[in-house]
């Protein structure tokens, strides 16, 4: 299948700091791009959707001057998580579709983010 | 918007016997039902998928069952071992290109 990547794997950040979470397509043409954020033993919940060149789209409840979704490419889109609080501690994980992916998408490894 | 309800939330079976997991969704546009395996701190891996035209599915030890008309779909997994022991997240979506509502997952033990 398809690979997606995503970095970093994990990070601690500092209460009020941003935190930037990359994530690539690395041998396809990632059209549309997701970000899920999935809290210890519970649910993926998805917080936007991007397509590439155009404005992410977000899910009720999910603060879109918070959550900063960025997706200039057909292989790199980035989540950044401005002022971060400690309840914005959780697994974020991206996934992807595209040309050259079939119809179905492709979840990158995850991003452990901690905030102190 | 799609709701995805999912039962049980644990099950623990004998090895070798099986396990069924159920799935109910609300949306009757969604056309694509794929089922996920993640284990502990790790993305979710794709075991199957069944799209609405069809009513079953099988891959070796792994079969999904789709029922259109009551909105359910069901994962087997036949001849359990060790390794199955994992969480498993059904999800729902118009598409397979589209956005997926999980369901809430069934943490399912393998008892050697």
């Known amino acids: 299948g398809a690979v997606v990547s995503q970095h970093p794997s994990r990070v601690i950040c500092k209460s009020g700091t941003s935190v930037k979470i990359e994530c690539r397509s690395l041998?396809?043409?990632?059209?549309?791009m997701f970000w899920y954020r999935q809290f210890p033993k519970k649910s993926l919940m998805l917080m936007a959707t991007?397509?590439?060149?155009?404005?992410?789209?977000?899910e009720q409840g999910v603060e879109k001057d918070k959550f900063l979704i960025n997706h200039a490419s057909l292989t790199l889109s980035t989540l950044t998580v401005t002022s971060a609080h400690p309840e914005d501690s959780s697994f974020y994980i991206c996934s992807a579709s595209g040309r050259g992916a079939g119809n179905e998408q492709f979840f990158g490894p995850g991003t452990r983010l901690t905030v102190l | 918007g799609e709701n995805v309800e999912q039962h049980p939330s644990t099950l623990s079976v004998q090895e070798g016997d099986s396990a069924v997991i159920k799935c109910t969704y609300s949306d009757s546009a969604s056309n694509y039902f794929p089922w996920y395996k993640q284990e502990l701190g790790k993305r979710p891996q794709l075991i199957i998928d069944?799209?609405?035209?069809?009513g079953e599915k099988k891959d070796q030890r792994i079969a999904v069952t789709l029922n259109k008309t009551a909105k359910h779909f069901s994962l087997h997994i036949t001849e359990t071992q060790p390794e199955d022991s994992a969480v498993y997240f059904c999800?729902?979506?118009?598409?397979?290109?589209?956005?997926?509502?999980f369901g809430t997952g069934t943490r399912l033990t393998i008892i050697p």
């Open positions: 069944i799209r609405s035209n069809v």
């Open positions: 041998d396809f043409q990632a059209t549309t």
């Open positions: 999800a729902a979506s118009r598409g397979g290109n589209e956005k997926l509502t």
């Open positions: 991007s397509n590439e060149g155009s404005k992410a789209t977000y």
